[in-house]
């Protein structure tokens, strides 16, 4: 049963923004084997499909180190994306007690509950009429839901205070460049040390779909700077390598947390879980003659799908996916990098804001039956993913990769001194 989160249970006191370094909430990887990284795709509802890989991960480690175990204690950086950076701040930000707000078997209720309700999705077909006409003038959702509910559980905890490294991609629209709110960079430049709720608000903020999102901070001279945020789908909607090259700069700024690993930095020293949202690639959805009579309303609106946010959402996503595999293979490192994605899903499947129950809970069959599925990788001839003979099932590939996070874990603490462990 959904557990409700009240905003005095969920929040820690406002704490004074400061420059500080980053803090040593786990062990560093100065003290292990490897620099260990979670990234999870944008995709809206889809959003519960990782969420049943995470639920399962965790439910492993839990089994080999105890049922304290969150995910924020194993990963030096996770990663997010729009729907993936609100999980992203659902397993790393601090509840009352110091521990991660959400454990990930909450996510798919936490998602069940709220989806219909960030996602309404009117009666019958005259609904899905008025949805598509509001979108031709303003956001289809006025998104004050989901203000209203990261506002409650996140309230005014910022980046600093995240219980590991994060790393949340957005876009401003004004200065048309990324930006990228990590822990790292937050240490450096106070100004990036905004709140969670306002950076998932504007990675979030997909096109068409939700509202840009507007917002300000200081830096430690008082200057305020201005965000003006949309989806960070629009430049990295799987930020796997934007977290690789946030790892990437703090061994080249010599950073403490990674005094043994020097530069450049190896594929054998990362430890990578890549989770996708899913998407439907199984059959060809548009072609070049029918594309070529489209004008901007069929770009927005085709067949029930946006075809221009399908396009720059699954191809960067697709592109990330080819390149880590070549990086990774390069170094002869392959079974360090996991990447769990389905493309097969069919109809409202494949979409990011169908609410109905009955597609939340087929939602859920996927992810189940995706664990069940042999572990796949992109053939690098022909840009298709294809099953690894002999690996197993993804399911499989979570628990042997649930055991590696444990051992690098428990390898961390008996070398680290008594007085870097946070106690």
Same mark, same amino acid.
């Given at each position: ?8 249970s ?10 500080? &370094?980053?803090?040593l ?9 490897? +620099? ?5 795709? %944008?995709g ?10 995470? %639920?399962?991960?965790e439910? #492993?480690l ?22 993936g ?44 009429v ?20 990261l ?15 994060? +790393?949340? &991609? ?16 937050a ?5 990036? =040390?905004? #709140? ?26 008082g200057?305020?700077? !201005? ?7 629009? +430049? ?7 977290a690789?090259?946030? *790892?990437?700069? #703090? ?13 450049? *930095? =190896? ?35 085709? =067949? ?13 996503a !697709?592109?990330v =996916? ?9 170094? #002869? ?13 069919? %109809?409202?499947?494949?979409? +990011? ?21 042999? *572990?796949?990788?992109?053939?690098? !001839? ?17 628990? /042997? ?5 444990? !051992? ?6 008996? /070398?680290?001194p ?6």
């Open positions: 049963m959904f557990l409700s989160f009240t905003l005095n969920c929040i820690n006191e406002k704490k004074e923004m400061e420059r500080r &370094p980053l803090p909430k786990i062990q560093p990887p100065a003290y292990g084997k490897l +620099v260990t990284i979670l990234s999870i795709d %944008g809206g509802v889809r959003g519960i499909i990782p969420g049943v890989m995470l %639920g399962y991960l439910a #492993q839990q089994e080999l180190d105890g049922e304290d175990a969150r995910l924020a204690d194993y990963f030096d950086v996770i990663a997010g994306t729009s729907t950076g609100l999980i992203t701040a659902m397993l790393s930000a601090p509840d009352a007690r110091n521990r991660p707000l959400f454990a990930a078997k909450d996510i798919v209720p936490f998602y069940l509950e709220n989806c219909p309700k960030i996602f309404p999705q009117g009666c019958g077909c005259l609904g899905s008025v949805n598509t006409l509001r979108s031709l003038t303003g956001p289809k959702y006025n998104g004050k839901y989901l203000h209203k509910l506002r409650k559980l996140l309230g005014t905890t910022r980046l600093h205070d995240s219980l590991t490294g994060l +790393v949340i &991609p957005t876009f401003d629209i004004k200065k048309l460049e990324p930006v990228l709110f990590s822990s790292y960079e240490s450096k430049h106070t100004f990036l =040390d905004a #709140q969670l709720s306002d950076i998932c608000i504007g990675t979030s903020a997909a096109p068409t779909y939700l509202p840009a999102h507007y917002f300000k901070t200081e830096d430690t001279d200057r305020a700077h !201005d965000f003006n945020l949309i989806d960070g789908g629009m +430049v990295a909607n799987n930020p796997t390598l934007v690789i090259s946030e *790892v990437t700069k #703090q061994v080249l700024a010599e950073d403490p947390y990674f005094f043994n690993i020097k530069p450049p *930095v =190896d594929c054998t020293r990362l430890l990578v879980i890549s989770l996708g949202t899913g998407s439907d690639t199984s059959e060809i959805k548009f072609d070049a003659k029918k594309a070529s009579k489209w004008g901007l309303f069929c770009w927005l609106y085709e =067949d029930g799908t946006s075809p221009l946010i399908d396009v720059y959402s699954q191809g960067s !697709d592109l =996916d080819y390149l880590n595999c070549v990086v990774f293979k390069a170094s #002869q490192s392959e079974n360090n990098y996991l990447r769990i994605n389905d493309d097969t899903l069919k %109809g409202t499947l494949s979409s +990011v804001d169908t609410s109905t129950k009955e597609n939340l809970d087929n939602l859920v069959k996927a992810g189940e039956h995706l664990l069940k599925k042999p *572990v796949s990788r992109v053939n690098l !001839d022909t840009g298709r993913n294809e099953p690894i003979p002999n690996a197993g099932t993804n399911e499989e590939a979570l628990k /042997r990769f649930a055991k590696l996070l444990s !051992d690098e874990k428990k390898l961390r603490e008996s /070398r680290s008594h007085d870097m462990r946070g106690e």
